[in-house]
């Protein structure tokens, strides 16, 4: 070597920067060799290591693989809603004397929830009152006069009757005194006195006829009156009642049991009668809704079992340190199915005796359907998640285990259904996959290495 070029500038061999860069490359060139010296010594260490590991018997929990037909849990988030939600609205106008619960309360169905100032609708109510006391006191007395006048109408039937017979007997005198003249039995004179008789009667019966309407007219008068006065009743009784009912409504119950929320008027504010402002709003949360969406995938399976009644609906509380699990039952499906997103909403009702579901959270909302068909389980901890997927450790005939890939369906509990790789029977390691490679030996133990604290 008579020369070294570096960055393109010649160096000669008698300089003394010559020296130096021969020195650097010299030691470079036996740090790299010691280097891969290290590294395949290494690596001879790692494969005897993983050699031996194979040849001896790790001790492993195992279980075998069944046939068996697993319900279907359809797991998502789901939103609280409460049962009913009611504005409480003023029916009628005034001033507000007084609130009788403090905001975000739990109140009961007909608890005292306003006060509205009464004392108008207390004085429009008693001059009502003394107005029905009135038509009553006018109808009592049309009553009265109808009665009298109905008798005095009877009198008059009767006096009409009298005439009537005593005509009847002056008009026979009449015909038979005409007889008694033509035979020379009577005078002239005495057969004109009946006929004057027979005039007088029929005149007294033309009077008394007389009489007798004029007692039905004012008869019928009397009744107009006595229905006039009854129309007037009524019609002060419902003024009367209408009066009673919005005195009523000076005193707002709660219509449902539920907690209260903020209070939109306050103490000593007017408040109009159905106003667009509710006084406040109530939730009820006994019982209460869960609603949640679900792949439209299930809705044959939902609607079979929502047909036999198999379906089962429950919620996991969130920030519970028991992690409750609630129960409730379906309440609603939807006609239809939401094409923006493939879902399908539903709603459970639960009854929430505990208070622990409150309107607004999100919650875990877990629906349990029946298994369709036998599948093949395997507990969950057999399965090894690596970058190739899944797979687990199968136990062969000659105790040594082959790392098999299988394809998860789904899980329930602590189990897993597999849809490929796997038989019913198959051996596969449950707990020990730590030490194990495909290849190595297994010792069989009935107890996990690692016991659950």
Same mark, same amino acid.
């Given at each position: 070597?008579?020369?070294?070029?570096?960055?393109?500038?010649?160096?000669?061999?008698?300089?003394?920067?010559?020296?130096?860069?021969?020195?650097?490359?010299?030691?470079?060139?036996?740090?790299?060799?010691?280097?891969?010296?290290?590294?395949?010594?290494?690596?001879?260490?790692?494969?005897?290591?993983?050699?031996?590991?194979?040849?001896?018997?790790?001790?492993?929990?195992?279980?075998?693989?069944?046939?068996?037909?697993?319900?279907?849990?359809?797991?998502?988030?789901?939103?609280?809603?409460?049962?009913?939600?009611?504005?409480?609205?003023?029916?009628?106008?005034?001033?507000?004397?007084?609130?009788?619960?403090?905001?975000?309360?739990?109140?009961?169905?007909?608890?005292?929830?306003?006060?509205?100032?009464?004392?108008?609708?207390?004085?429009?109510?008693?001059?009502?009152?003394?107005?029905?006391?009135?038509?009553?006191?006018?109808?009592?007395?049309?009553?009265?006069?109808?009665?009298?006048?109905?008798?005095?109408?009877?009198?008059?039937?009767?006096?009409?009757?009298?005439?009537?017979?005593?005509?009847?007997?002056?008009?026979?005198?009449?015909?038979?005194?005409?007889?008694?003249?033509?035979?020379?039995?009577?005078?002239?004179?005495?057969? +004109?006195?009946? %006929?004057?008789?027979?005039? &007088? #009667?029929? !005149?007294?019966?033309?009077? *008394?006829? @007389?009489?007798?309407? /004029?007692?039905?007219?004012?008869? +019928?008068?009397? %009744?107009?009156?006595?229905? &006039? #006065?009854? !129309?007037?009743?009524?019609? *002060?009784? @419902?003024?009367?009642? /209408?009066?009673?009912?919005?005195?009523?409504?000076? %005193?707002?119950?709660?219509?449902?049991?539920?907690?209260?929320?903020?209070?939109?008027?306050?103490?000593?504010?007017?408040?109009?009668?159905?106003?667009?402002?509710?006084?406040?709003?109530?939730?009820?949360?006994?019982?209460?809704?869960?609603?949640?969406?679900?792949?439209?995938?299930?809705?044959?399976?939902?609607?079979?079992?929502?047909?036999?009644?198999?379906?089962?609906?429950?919620?996991?509380?969130?920030?519970?340190?028991?992690?409750?699990?609630?129960?409730?039952?379906?309440?609603?499906?939807?006609?239809?199915?939401?094409?923006?997103?493939?879902?399908?909403?539903?709603?459970?009702?639960?009854?929430?005796?505990?208070?622990?579901?409150?309107?607004?959270?999100?919650?875990?909302?877990?629906?349990?359907?029946?298994?369709?068909?036998?599948?093949?389980?395997?507990?969950?901890?057999?399965?090894?998640?690596?970058?190739?997927?899944?797979?687990?450790?199968?136990?062969?005939?000659?105790?040594?285990?082959?790392?098999?890939?299988?394809?998860?369906?789904?899980?329930?509990?602590?189990?897993?259904?597999?849809?490929?790789?796997?038989?019913?029977?198959?051996?596969?390691?449950?707990?020990?996959?730590?030490?194990?490679?495909?290849?190595?030996?297994?010792?069989?133990?009935?107890?996990?290495?690692?016991?659950?604290?």
């Amino acid at each position: 070597m008579s020369s070294i070029y570096l960055d393109n500038q010649r160096i000669p061999k008698t300089s003394p920067s010559f020296k130096i860069v021969l020195l650097v490359i010299v030691l470079a060139s036996a740090a790299l060799t010691i280097f891969f010296i290290n590294q395949f010594k290494t690596n001879q260490a790692e494969e005897k290591k993983d050699a031996k590991r194979a040849h001896e018997a790790a001790p492993v929990t195992v279980a075998q693989a069944k046939l068996e037909t697993l319900p279907l849990e359809i797991r998502n988030v789901g939103n609280v809603e409460a049962f009913s939600v009611v504005n409480v609205i003023a029916q009628v106008g005034g001033q507000l004397t007084d609130v009788f619960f403090k905001q975000g309360q739990y109140v009961r169905k007909g608890d005292l929830l306003f006060q509205i100032d009464p004392r108008p609708y207390e004085a429009l109510l008693a001059q009502a009152e003394a107005n029905v006391a009135r038509d009553k006191s006018q109808i009592n007395s049309a009553q009265a006069n109808l009665e009298k006048d109905m008798a005095s109408s009877r009198q008059a039937q009767a006096n009409l009757d009298k005439d009537l017979a005593s005509q009847k007997y002056a008009d026979v005198e009449v015909k038979r005194y005409i007889s008694l003249v033509n035979e020379g039995a009577v005078s002239h004179e005495q057969s +004109d006195q009946m %006929k004057t008789n027979s005039e &007088t #009667a029929e !005149a007294t019966v033309a009077s *008394d006829k @007389a009489v007798l309407e /004029n007692a039905n007219a004012v008869i +019928d008068s009397d %009744k107009a009156a006595v229905l &006039t #006065a009854r !129309a007037n009743l009524r019609a *002060d009784q @419902a003024a009367a009642d /209408n009066l009673r009912i919005q005195l009523g409504f000076t %005193k707002i119950y709660s219509p449902v049991e539920g907690i209260t929320g903020a209070l939109n008027v306050y103490q000593g504010n007017v408040v109009r009668a159905n106003d667009t402002t509710s006084l406040v709003v109530i939730n009820q949360i006994q019982p209460i809704y869960v609603s949640c969406s679900v792949p439209e995938i299930y809705l044959p399976s939902l609607r079979t079992s929502i047909d036999e009644g198999t379906i089962k609906v429950n919620v996991r509380v969130d920030g519970d340190k028991k992690n409750t699990i609630l129960g409730g039952t379906l309440s609603f499906i939807d006609n239809t199915v939401d094409k923006t997103t493939g879902t399908i909403r539903l709603r459970a009702t639960f009854p929430n005796q505990s208070k622990l579901l409150w309107p607004g959270e999100f919650t875990d909302v877990i629906i349990t359907l029946p298994g369709a068909r036998p599948q093949v389980v395997i507990p969950s901890s057999a399965v090894v998640n690596d970058q190739q997927g899944q797979s687990v450790f199968v136990v062969r005939s000659d105790n040594t285990v082959e790392l098999v890939t299988v394809q998860v369906d789904r899980t329930y509990g602590e189990n897993s259904i597999v849809n490929a790789g796997l038989k019913e029977g198959d051996t596969v390691v449950i707990d020990g996959q730590l030490k194990l490679l495909p290849g190595s030996a297994v010792t069989i133990i009935q107890s996990p290495i690692h016991p659950p604290s």
